[in-house]
C-alpha cells in the first residue's frame, strides 16, 4: 500500500515539474525578405524570444504570398501554440482566418503592418509604425529643406517610389506623403509608381523614369532599399545622387546611413523594426495575468540628414553622422 502511495506521488510529482517546465510557444507569421528592415525586424525578435528561457519560436516566413501566411496561421492554430505574433503583407483579408486564432483562444500580437480589420478581431497587443506621419515627414523634410536652401519659391518636380501595393506600410505613407504635398504647391508630382519595396525594383523603377521623365529634382522612397537601389540607377545614368537629384528615403537602416555620410543620400524618416523590446515584456506580462487596451503603440522614431536641424514640426532632424555608431540596425 505504502509503495503505491509513493508512486502515485512521484508520478504527480513528475507531471507537475514536467508542465512547469513545457516551453511557450510563440509562432511569428513574417511577411518575407524583401527588404534590409525586414531582415533586422526577423533577427530582432528571433534573438528576443529564443534566447528567452522557457521560450520557443515557432517561425514562418511566407515569401511575400498572402495565402502563403493564411496556411501558416492555420497551422499555428492545429499546432496549438501559446501566442501568435502578426504583420499582414496586404492589409486586406484577414477577417475569416483571425476570426479562426481569437476562436481558438489563442493570443493574437499584432507588430508592423496592422490588418484593417483589426478593429473587428480581438487581439492582446499591438506594435506598428506610424506610416501616415512617416509619409507625411519625407515630403515636410524635402519641402523644408528647400526652403532652407533659398528653393522655396522655386518649381521642383518630385517622384514617389511607393512600397508593395495594398501593404499598409505603402498606404498610410502614400497617404502621408500626397496630404503634405497639398502643403507644398512648388513641389510638383510628375512619377508615382510601385517599387514593392526591393532595391531591384526600385532599381528599374529609376531606370524608367529616367528615360521618360524630362527632369527628376527630388525622390521620394518610401523605404531605403529602394532609395539605394535608385542611387545605382541615377549613378548609371551618370547623374550625381544627393545632388542632381535630392533623394528622401525611409526606415533609418544602417546601408542608408553609410549613404547619407557619404554624400549620396539626403534623408532617412526612421520606421524601427526593433520589436523585441516591446513584445518580450508584453507576453512576459500576459502570462502573469495581465491586459492592455486594444490600441496600436507606435515606437517614437526619428529623422536623419546631411545636416541635421530641418524643422518638421513633430521632430527636428539629426545629422546621421552624429549618430551613426549608435544605430543598431
Ligand atoms: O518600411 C520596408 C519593409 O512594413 C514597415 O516593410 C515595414 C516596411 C518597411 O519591407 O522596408
Same mark, same amino acid.
Given at each position: ?57 515557432? $517561425? ?23 501566442? #501568435? ?39 492582446? *497587443? ?18 523644408? $529643406? ?37 502643403? $507644398? ?44 537601389? *535608385?542611387?545605382?540607377? #541615377?549613378? *548609371? ?37 526593433? $520589436? ?44 546621421? *553622422? ?8
Amino acid at each position: 500500500m505504502k509503495k503505491v502511495l509513493l508512486l502515485t506521488l512521484a508520478l504527480v510529482m513528475l507531471v507537475c515539474v514536467s508542465a512547469a517546465s513545457a516551453d511557450v510557444v510563440i509562432a511569428f507569421s513574417q511577411i518575407g525578405q524583401e527588404s534590409d528592415w525586414r531582415t533586422a525586424n526577423t533577427d530582432d525578435l528571433r534573438n528576443a524570444i529564443e534566447n528567452h528561457e522557457g521560450w520557443k519560436l515557432v $517561425y514562418d516566413d511566407a515569401q511575400q504570398k498572402q495565402e502563403n501566411q493564411i496556411k501558416a496561421l492555420r497551422n499555428f492554430i492545429t499546432q496549438g501554440v501559446d501566442y #501568435i505574433l502578426f504583420t499582414g503583407v496586404v492589409s486586406t483579408g484577414w477577417d475569416e482566418v483571425l476570426k479562426e486564432v481569437n476562436e481558438a483562444e489563442i493570443p493574437l500580437l499584432l507588430i508592423d503592418r496592422i490588418p484593417d480589420c483589426a478593429d473587428k478581431i480581438d487581439y492582446v *497587443a499591438a506594435f506598428g509604425g506610424d506610416f501616415v506621419e512617416e509619409g507625411r515627414r519625407q515630403i515636410a523634410w524635402a519641402g523644408e $529643406y528647400l526652403k532652407s536652401i533659398g528653393k522655396g519659391d522655386v518649381d521642383v518636380n518630385i517622384v514617389i517610389m511607393e512600397g508593395t501595393t495594398g501593404a499598409s506600410a505603402q498606404t498610410g505613407r502614400t497617404e502621408g506623403n500626397l496630404k503634405a504635398l497639398a502643403e $507644398y504647391p512648388h513641389l510638383k508630382l510628375v512619377g508615382q509608381q510601385s517599387g514593392n519595396f526591393t532595391r531591384a525594383e526600385g532599381q528599374a523603377v529609376m531606370e524608367s523614369w529616367l528615360k521618360s521623365i524630362d527632369k527628376i529634382d527630388v525622390l521620394i522612397a518610401q523605404n531605403d532599399d529602394m532609395a539605394l537601389g *535608385a542611387i545605382d540607377a #541615377i549613378k *548609371a545614368a551618370g547623374k550625381v545622387p544627393g545632388k542632381d537629384i535630392i533623394i528622401v528615403g525611409c526606415d533609418s537602416v544602417k546601408a542608408a546611413f553609410d549613404a547619407i555620410v557619404a554624400g549620396e543620400m539626403n534623408c532617412t524618416v526612421e520606421c524601427t523594426p526593433l $520589436y523585441g523590446k516591446f513584445v518580450v515584456p508584453t507576453i512576459e506580462a500576459l502570462i502573469r495575468g495581465e491586459k492592455f487596451d486594444k490600441t496600436v503603440v507606435h515606437p517614437e522614431e526619428g529623422v536623419f540628414d546631411m545636416d541635421g536641424g530641418i524643422d518638421l514640426g513633430t521632430v527636428k532632424s539629426i545629422k546621421a *553622422a552624429d549618430v551613426i555608431a549608435t544605430r543598431q540596425y
